[in-house]
């Protein structure tokens, strides 16, 4: 079973930066992608960036140029930088890892969730 432990997040000015960062423990046989999607309130959770086993990234358009995620593929972590934070960027953000456990099965795990809060 995988587990993901987030950290980060909280309140900042607009134009401000935080940084989120999400940890996967627990038995399973290999990562194949990590990534951060957020939901705000009433509207559809959606994909914020993520980023494969291969390096491969993909970012929503509106984070394009001022978030930047990385990945420590040796402790399973996977990081958000967020800069230039707008009002439009407050939301629960998710960390989710998608591989394959110890039974080689798919699994999809998702945190807890993290607020993020940008306002003045």
């Known amino acids: 079973q995988v587990q993901l432990g987030e950290s980060g997040g909280g309140l900042v000015q607009p134009g401000g930066s935080l940084s989120l960062a999400c940890t996967a423990s627990g038995t399973f046989f290999t990562i194949v992608a990590m990534g951060w999607y957020r939901q705000a309130p009433g509207k559809e959770r959606e994909l914020v960036a993520q980023?494969?086993?291969?390096?491969?990234?993909n970012y929503e358009d509106s984070v394009k140029g001022r978030f930047t995620i990385s990945r420590d593929s040796a402790l399973n972590t996977v990081y958000l930088q967020m800069n230039s934070l707008k009002p439009e960027d407050t939301a629960v953000y998710y960390c989710n890892t998608r591989g394959y456990d110890s039974n080689r099965r798919i699994f999809d795990a998702w945190g807890q969730g993290t607020q993020v809060t940008v306002s003045s």
């Open positions: 980023v494969n086993s291969g390096g491969g990234i």
